[in-house]
Protein backbone atom coordinates (compact mmCIF):
# COMPACT_ATOMS: atom_id res chain seq x y z
CA UNK A 1 0.00 0.00 0.00
CA UNK A 2 2.94 2.85 0.87
CA UNK A 3 4.23 1.96 -3.08
CA UNK A 4 0.91 2.96 -4.25
CA UNK A 5 0.45 5.89 -1.99
CA UNK A 6 3.81 7.09 -2.93
CA UNK A 7 3.59 6.66 -6.97
CA UNK A 8 0.16 8.35 -6.36
CA UNK A 9 1.63 11.49 -4.79
CA UNK A 10 4.53 11.99 -6.75
CA UNK A 11 1.83 11.63 -9.95
CA UNK A 12 0.34 14.12 -8.24
CA UNK A 13 2.72 16.66 -7.67
CA UNK A 14 4.05 15.75 -11.46
CA UNK A 15 0.17 16.76 -12.75
CA UNK A 16 -0.06 19.55 -10.47
CA UNK A 17 3.04 21.71 -11.05
CA UNK A 18 3.41 21.08 -14.86
CA UNK A 19 2.92 24.35 -16.85
CA UNK A 20 -0.81 24.65 -18.32
CA UNK A 21 -4.17 26.88 -18.33
CA UNK A 22 -4.55 26.42 -14.14
CA UNK A 23 -0.67 27.62 -13.35
CA UNK A 24 -1.58 30.40 -15.76
CA UNK A 25 -4.59 31.41 -14.78
CA UNK A 26 -3.73 31.24 -10.97
CA UNK A 27 -0.71 33.39 -12.07
CA UNK A 28 -2.64 35.83 -13.44
CA UNK A 29 -5.55 35.78 -10.78
CA UNK A 30 -2.85 36.09 -7.70
CA UNK A 31 -0.51 38.90 -9.05
CA UNK A 32 -3.60 40.91 -9.43
CA UNK A 33 -5.48 40.39 -6.72
CA UNK A 34 -3.08 37.90 -4.14
CA UNK A 35 -3.10 34.91 -2.39
CA UNK A 36 -6.82 34.29 -1.74
CA UNK A 37 -8.27 34.22 -5.46
CA UNK A 38 -4.81 32.12 -6.56
CA UNK A 39 -5.37 29.61 -4.29
CA UNK A 40 -9.10 29.29 -4.91
CA UNK A 41 -8.05 28.91 -8.39
CA UNK A 42 -5.87 26.25 -7.48
CA UNK A 43 -8.69 24.72 -5.07
CA UNK A 44 -11.60 24.84 -8.38
CA UNK A 45 -8.95 22.88 -10.48
CA UNK A 46 -8.80 20.22 -7.70
CA UNK A 47 -12.58 19.68 -7.43
CA UNK A 48 -12.24 18.76 -11.30
CA UNK A 49 -9.18 16.88 -10.81
CA UNK A 50 -10.90 14.89 -7.90
CA UNK A 51 -14.05 13.98 -10.60
CA UNK A 52 -11.74 13.05 -13.96
CA UNK A 53 -9.51 10.92 -11.50
CA UNK A 54 -13.01 8.98 -10.42
CA UNK A 55 -13.83 8.98 -13.83
CA UNK A 56 -10.38 7.36 -15.00
CA UNK A 57 -9.98 5.34 -12.12
CA UNK A 58 -12.87 3.69 -12.40
CA UNK A 59 -12.53 2.87 -16.34
CA UNK A 60 -15.49 5.37 -17.52
CA UNK A 61 -12.48 7.28 -19.32
CA UNK A 62 -12.62 5.34 -22.80
CA UNK A 63 -16.33 6.97 -22.51
CA UNK A 64 -15.09 10.40 -23.45
CA UNK A 65 -13.07 9.64 -26.34
CA UNK A 66 -16.41 8.94 -28.68
CA UNK A 67 -16.66 11.95 -30.47
CA UNK A 68 -20.28 12.86 -29.00
CA UNK A 69 -18.34 13.78 -25.49
CA UNK A 70 -14.86 14.50 -26.96
CA UNK A 71 -15.61 17.33 -29.49
CA UNK A 72 -18.34 19.47 -27.23
CA UNK A 73 -15.89 19.02 -24.66
CA UNK A 74 -12.91 20.17 -26.68
CA UNK A 75 -14.44 23.03 -28.10
CA UNK A 76 -15.45 24.03 -24.73
CA UNK A 77 -12.32 24.05 -23.87
CA UNK A 78 -10.74 25.99 -26.85
CA UNK A 79 -12.87 28.72 -26.87
CA UNK A 80 -12.77 29.17 -22.28
CA UNK A 81 -8.90 29.11 -23.01
CA UNK A 82 -9.08 31.69 -25.50
CA UNK A 83 -10.98 34.13 -23.93
CA UNK A 84 -8.96 33.97 -20.85
CA UNK A 85 -5.66 34.48 -23.25
CA UNK A 86 -7.22 37.63 -24.50
CA UNK A 87 -8.16 39.22 -20.73
CA UNK A 88 -4.43 38.48 -19.91
CA UNK A 89 -2.78 39.93 -22.78
CA UNK A 90 -5.18 43.14 -22.06
CA UNK A 91 -3.75 42.92 -18.67
CA UNK A 92 -0.66 43.30 -19.78
CA UNK A 93 -1.17 45.84 -21.87
CA UNK A 94 -3.18 48.03 -19.24
CA UNK A 95 -1.86 46.76 -15.97
CA UNK A 96 -4.61 46.03 -13.59
CA UNK A 97 -4.61 47.58 -10.44
CA UNK A 98 -3.22 45.22 -7.36
CA UNK A 99 -5.71 45.56 -4.67
CA UNK A 100 -7.87 42.93 -2.78
CA UNK A 101 -10.49 40.73 -4.90
CA UNK A 102 -14.37 42.34 -5.14
CA UNK A 103 -17.31 40.49 -2.85
CA UNK A 104 -17.40 37.34 -5.09
CA UNK A 105 -13.99 37.56 -6.32
CA UNK A 106 -13.19 34.02 -4.84
CA UNK A 107 -16.31 32.42 -5.92
CA UNK A 108 -15.11 33.32 -9.33
CA UNK A 109 -11.89 32.00 -9.23
CA UNK A 110 -12.99 28.81 -7.96
CA UNK A 111 -15.27 28.68 -10.99
CA UNK A 112 -12.73 29.41 -13.35
CA UNK A 113 -10.33 26.84 -11.68
CA UNK A 114 -13.07 24.07 -11.80
CA UNK A 115 -13.82 24.90 -15.31
CA UNK A 116 -10.40 24.67 -16.98
CA UNK A 117 -10.13 21.58 -15.22
CA UNK A 118 -13.56 19.43 -16.07
CA UNK A 119 -12.78 21.38 -20.27
CA UNK A 120 -9.40 19.73 -20.28
CA UNK A 121 -9.35 16.91 -22.38
CA UNK A 122 -6.11 15.77 -21.48
CA UNK A 123 -7.33 14.95 -17.90
CA UNK A 124 -9.37 12.16 -19.74
CA UNK A 125 -6.13 10.86 -20.89
CA UNK A 126 -3.87 11.39 -17.78
CA UNK A 127 -6.47 9.40 -15.72
CA UNK A 128 -7.25 7.12 -17.99
CA UNK A 129 -3.19 6.32 -18.04
CA UNK A 130 -2.85 6.70 -14.27
CA UNK A 131 -5.86 3.81 -13.99
CA UNK A 132 -3.71 1.60 -15.91
CA UNK A 133 -0.87 2.71 -14.37
CA UNK A 134 -2.38 1.80 -10.84
CA UNK A 135 -2.91 -2.04 -12.90
CA UNK A 136 0.78 -2.13 -13.35
CA UNK A 137 1.90 -1.33 -9.79
CA UNK A 138 -0.40 -4.12 -8.21
CA UNK A 139 0.15 -6.48 -10.55
CA UNK A 140 -3.75 -6.94 -11.04
CA UNK A 141 -6.95 -5.65 -11.12
CA UNK A 142 -6.91 -2.94 -8.07
CA UNK A 143 -9.00 -3.51 -5.28
CA UNK A 144 -11.43 -0.74 -3.60
CA UNK A 145 -9.15 -0.22 -1.05
CA UNK A 146 -5.83 -0.02 -3.18
CA UNK A 147 -8.00 2.06 -5.74
CA UNK A 148 -8.76 4.56 -2.46
CA UNK A 149 -5.11 4.48 -1.61
CA UNK A 150 -3.85 5.67 -5.15
CA UNK A 151 -6.48 8.41 -4.79
CA UNK A 152 -5.89 9.76 -1.60
CA UNK A 153 -2.40 10.04 -2.36
CA UNK A 154 -2.45 11.97 -5.48
CA UNK A 155 -5.60 14.37 -3.29
CA UNK A 156 -2.99 14.97 -0.59
CA UNK A 157 -0.04 16.25 -3.32
CA UNK A 158 -2.90 18.14 -5.17
CA UNK A 159 -3.76 19.56 -1.84
CA UNK A 160 -0.01 20.68 -0.50
CA UNK A 161 0.50 22.08 -4.36
CA UNK A 162 -1.97 24.43 -4.09
CA UNK A 163 -0.69 25.81 -1.21
CA UNK A 164 2.84 26.45 -2.41
CA UNK A 165 2.06 27.63 -5.88
CA UNK A 166 -0.62 30.09 -4.20
CA UNK A 167 2.19 30.74 -1.96
CA UNK A 168 4.93 31.53 -4.81
CA UNK A 169 2.69 33.45 -6.86
CA UNK A 170 2.13 35.45 -3.58
CA UNK A 171 5.59 35.87 -3.39
CA UNK A 172 6.80 36.84 -7.06
CA UNK A 173 3.51 39.41 -6.53
CA UNK A 174 5.32 41.56 -3.57
CA UNK A 175 8.21 41.81 -5.37
CA UNK A 176 8.07 41.75 -8.47
CA UNK A 177 8.67 45.09 -10.76
CA UNK A 178 5.33 46.55 -12.86
CA UNK A 179 7.55 45.40 -16.26
CA UNK A 180 8.05 41.90 -14.70
CA UNK A 181 4.17 41.73 -13.96
CA UNK A 182 3.35 43.12 -17.54
CA UNK A 183 5.50 40.22 -18.94
CA UNK A 184 4.05 37.71 -16.43
CA UNK A 185 0.35 38.54 -17.86
CA UNK A 186 2.04 38.50 -21.13
CA UNK A 187 3.68 35.14 -20.83
CA UNK A 188 0.44 33.88 -19.72
CA UNK A 189 -1.82 35.49 -22.43
CA UNK A 190 0.44 33.72 -24.87
CA UNK A 191 0.42 30.21 -23.39
CA UNK A 192 -3.37 30.13 -22.67
CA UNK A 193 -3.87 30.79 -26.68
CA UNK A 194 -1.49 28.71 -27.53
CA UNK A 195 -3.15 25.88 -25.33
CA UNK A 196 -6.41 26.92 -26.73
CA UNK A 197 -4.79 26.29 -30.02
CA UNK A 198 -4.06 22.84 -29.19
CA UNK A 199 -6.93 21.88 -27.75
CA UNK A 200 -8.88 22.91 -31.06
CA UNK A 201 -6.68 21.12 -32.72
CA UNK A 202 -6.82 17.95 -31.11
CA UNK A 203 -10.50 18.12 -31.51
CA UNK A 204 -10.78 19.00 -35.40
Known amino acids: MLTIFL ?3 VFGVVFCLSPGAILAETLRRGLQHGFAPALCVQVGSLLGDALWA ?7 ALLFEYPAFKLPLGLAC ?7 GIGSLRDAWHLPVADSEAVGGERSALAVGAALSLTNPKNIVY ?7 LAGIVG ?12 GGFMLASVL ?3 VTA ?18 YGLCGVALLYLAGLALRGVL
Not at 167 to 184: C, I, K, M, N, Y
Open 161 to 163: CCF
Open 54 to 60: LIGLTGL
Open 127 to 133: WGALGTA
Open 7 to 9: SAF
Open 78 to 84: ALYLAWL
Open 167 to 184: GLVELLRTSASDRWQRVS
Open 140 to 151: DTPSHAQTLTFF
